[in-house]
């Protein structure tokens, strides 16, 4: 009777006690690595707790446990390698998740994982209670996004491997003296031109070269075509279907940039500033930005002399554009590349027209589609004869 009294007794006690109040919020920062992640934590304006090393699946069940413990749980990894496959499963478990672009977190002249995490869940925690220059948040691609994306790299990254393969035939020829080697040796007219003048012994390692190339040749052309098909509208002048179509699918969602600048730095098109009291000095461009996007856009301005005469930036910069000092024609790309990625921001966002930019259109793409009408056999004739 004792034993059940003092039982009871203290069940009533226990139900008497409060449950642990839930935190507000926990930070969680993770340097992300193939084989294991270190995770920092922090709770509230605590102190960083010790990191612990987690495998994916021991990450994510941690993860789940800090929901349950706070009102909210915010994360941040940098990108990498690794995708955003972490983001979304975080995503999935009710996890504010981010993720940063890649940055040095150096302290000092010590750096090793556990730092990094620290310093990620430092950073976090700062752009959380609104420093916003504490992290550079990427804009995470859906997956259909990123599938699009993935099609149109590798095209570029096809077109990178030909060159690489080609520099070997040309790098073996020119060793022996051969220095006019064209750069497109392996097809057919410039191989049987070629042939006739190397030795046996340089044309059985080409041999080997030129069915990667050929294949490569191949690819190439058909991942050409299906960019260019996806375009299905009038484009200005020169800007090129292809160009358009990658550049869209690097970008995603031109309405994330509220203002001109952003786009400019976007694309790395933002000059170096060194000022100081009422001294003003400003430099090169830095190059921050997304290099994918800063060569199409280039590659577009130097059509745009012969396809449109008349667009504004390209009459205020054409001495320059045409001059033989190779340094003035670079900075004159640069800068009317910057104005045409502002003004294609314009016409996307809605903000502007083509023909009010002083661009001109060209048709758009005819899309041939089966009908009905065009499949059934034709009348018959009516002729009596």
């Not at 413990?69 to 955003?84: H, R």
């Not at 994982?113 to 691609?141: I, T």
């Not at 577009?300 to 001495?319: I, S, T």
Request: with cysteine.
């Amino acid at each position: 009777m004792i034993t059940l009294n003092s039982t009871l007794a203290e069940q009533t006690s226990n139900n008497n006690v409060p449950e642990r109040a839930k935190a507000k919020e926990i930070f969680l920062g993770i340097d992300a690595h193939l084989s294991s992640n270190q995770v920092a934590r922090k709770m509230d304006n605590g102190a960083i707790l010790p990191v612990q090393s987690l495998s994916f699946e021991e990450l994510l069940l941690f993860a789940q446990k800090q929901t349950k413990l706070a009102e909210k749980v915010y994360a941040v990894y940098e990108a990498g390698p690794l995708g955003y496959v972490l983001y979304r499963n975080l995503r999935k478990l009710g996890v504010e998740a981010c993720v940063s672009a890649p940055e040095c977190l150096e302290q000092g002249k010590r750096k090793f994982n556990k730092l990094d995490s620290r310093k990620l869940c430092s950073r976090l925690y700062s752009y959380v209670q609104g420093d916003r220059e504490m992290m550079r948040v990427v804009k995470v691609p859906e997956p259909e996004e990123e599938q699009l994306r993935a099609r149109s790299r590798q095209y570029n990254q096809l077109v990178n491997r030909r060159k690489a393969i080609s520099a070997q035939g040309r790098a073996l020829t020119l060793s022996q003296g051969y220095s006019s080697m064209s750069n497109a040796w392996w097809r057919p007219i410039a191989y049987r031109q070629w042939s006739r003048l190397l030795p046996d012994w340089i044309k059985s390692q080409l041999e080997v070269l030129r069915p990667s190339l050929e294949l490569l040749d191949e690819q190439i052309a058909e991942r050409k075509k299906e960019l260019i098909q996806s375009n299905h509208e009038a484009l200005p002048k020169g800007f090129g279907a292809q160009t358009m179509v990658q550049m869209e699918r690097e970008i995603g969602d031109w309405g994330r940039f509220s203002n001109r600048r952003k786009v400019a730095c976007f694309f790395g098109f933002v000059p170096q500033e060194h000022s100081t009291g009422t001294g003003q000095r400003l430099g090169s461009i830095t190059k921050v930005g997304s290099t994918r996007l800063r060569a199409l856009s280039i590659e577009l301005v130097w059509r745009l002399p012969r396809c449109q005469p008349n667009y504004p930036p390209v009459v205020q910069w054409r001495q320059c554009l045409c001059s033989h000092n190779r340094a003035q024609k670079k900075k004159a790309a640069v800068a009317v590349a910057r104005r045409v990625i502002i003004d294609i921001w314009r016409m996307r966002t809605g903000r502007k027209s083509p023909q009010e930019l002083g661009l001109i259109l060209t048709p758009a793409p005819r899309v041939k589609k089966a009908t009905a009408d065009q499949n059934a056999a034709p009348p018959a004739s009516t002729n009596p004869a």
